[in-house]
Each structure stands twice: as structure tokens, then as C-alpha cells.
């Protein structure tokens, strides 16, 4: 079935450093994006979502951008922080889908100080 | 105001029995969605309930199963176990829509 994957399934950062995580979609009838932060013995932390008529959305030190062209969602974490330490995931959801979301697989991110 | 709730935070069981979890939404919210997180599968839809009525669900056999009460709290099921139900239970809750969808911390069922 179609689902939502990400690319690499852990990063390892510098403290201030930017972080860049990426995902890819196969759905093509999504139109809303979720990145979701888990840290451990937590459930997923809404972080930016963004829909399908938009290409990029800012929130602080985090960006989402959306290529509907070849299915490609990112979140750009600025001067990364030991507390950004985490499991990071990226959700779809299909038009007409109610609250049904598809998870990619995550990306753990560490943080070096 | 006060998030999704979710009780207990752990329970062990042992293989063939049945368990309950059970989830209280944010307030205001109708809609309440159960997912399973495991190291293998990452987060998988079970289904999802809104209005005392199930609208979503996903491909998992029938011993899964819940529903949602007039007060929109919710619980699911899960009868007979198997070692392979290990796992953490998410709930989360909206109003009807993705947007706005917020997890619980989750119940972490270990079956032995």
C-alpha cells in the first residue's frame, strides 16, 4: 500500500548547527502534512503542519517545505538544541480521510553538545 | 486545557487474556483515533471513532476493537493476546479533522 517513508533513519548533529529532515510521500491525494517530534516514553508532539496549497510554512526555528512535483516533504530545524533530541516523524493525510493518518518511519535525531 | 489522556500507562498480561485501555480526549474534541507504535511496524491506524460512531479502520484483525462514548472518551480492546500485541497504544483526539490532532502519551502494553 502507499505510504509515507523517510529517508534516513537516524541523523547525528552538532549542538547550533541546522538540521534538515526529509520524507517522501506516495500518495498523491494528500493534502495535509503533519511533522511530529517523539521523545522517549512520550506520544508524537505536533511540531508545523502544512497543507497542499502551500509549498513552505515557518514556525520558530522550524520550517516545513512541500514539493508536490516529486511527493517531498522536509523540516529544517534552525540552531539545533540537546533538547531537539528525538524521534521525528512525518504524517499524511488523504483527502477525505477523516483523521486517519499515515506515519513515515521516523528519523532519530541526536544532538551532540 | 487539558490533554488526551490515557489509562493506565502500563500493563503487563499474560497471552490469552484481554485488555482494556482506555483514552479521554481533549475536551471539546469528538473525534478519537487509536494507533499502534512498535520498533517493527512504526505507528499503525487501528481505528477511529467519532461521534460514537466508527468512521476509520485499519487493517488489523477483529480481536482489535472499541468504541467511543457519549462523552467522547473512548476504549479499545484487545481480546485473546498474543506476544505480537506488545506494544505502545496511542490515542489521539480532534475535532473531526486531522488539524488539531493531539496524542496522549500512550499505554505500553506488555504481553507475556
Known amino acids: 500500500g502507499e505510504s509515507v517513508g523517510l529517508h534516513l533513519p537516524t541523523l547525528s548533529v552538532q549542538e547550533g548547527d541546522n538540521s534538515i529532515i526529509n520524507c517522501a510521500y506516495s500518495?498523491?491525494?494528500?493534502?495535509?502534512f503533519i511533522w511530529y517530534k517523539q521523545e522517549s516514553g512520550k506520544g508524537p508532539q505536533f511540531i508545523i503542519d502544512?497543507?497542499?496549497?502551500?509549498d513552505k510554512r515557518q514556525g520558530q526555528r522550524v520550517t516545513v517545505l512541500l514539493n508536490k512535483t516529486v511527493k517531498h516533504l522536509s523540516l529544517q530545524i534552525a540552531a539545533t538544541q540537546p533538547g531537539d533530541s528525538a524521534v521525528y516523524f512525518c504524517?499524511?493525510?488523504?483527502?477525505?480521510?477523516?483523521?486517519?493518518?499515515?506515519f513515515g518511519e521516523g528519523t532519530q535525531l541526536t544532538v551532540n553538545p | 486545557k487539558a490533554g488526551v489522556t490515557q489509562t493506565p500507562r502500563y500493563l503487563i498480561k499474560t497471552r490469552g487474556q484481554q485488555v482494556t485501555l482506555s483514552c479521554s480526549p481533549i475536551?471539546?474534541?469528538?473525534?478519537v483515533s487509536w494507533y499502534q507504535q512498535t520498533p517493527g511496524q512504526g505507528l499503525q491506524f487501528l481505528f477511529e471513532?467519532?461521534?460514537?460512531?466508527?468512521?476509520n479502520k485499519g487493517n488489523f484483525p477483529g480481536r482489535f476493537s472499541g468504541r467511543q462514548f457519549s462523552n467522547s472518551r473512548s476504549e479499545m480492546n484487545v481480546s485473546t493476546l498474543e506476544l505480537g500485541d506488545s506494544a505502545l497504544y496511542l490515542c489521539?483526539?480532534?475535532?473531526?479533522?486531522?488539524?488539531?490532532?493531539?496524542f496522549g502519551s500512550g499505554t505500553r502494553l506488555t504481553v507475556v
Open positions: 471513532y467519532f461521534s460514537e460512531t466508527q468512521r
Open positions: 502544512i497543507r497542499s496549497n502551500m
Open positions: 489521539a483526539s480532534s475535532s473531526g479533522q486531522p488539524y488539531g490532532y493531539t
Open positions: 500518495n498523491s491525494a494528500s493534502d495535509y
Open positions: 504524517a499524511e493525510s488523504p483527502t477525505g480521510s477523516g483523521s486517519r493518518l499515515t
Open positions: 475536551s471539546g474534541h469528538r473525534s
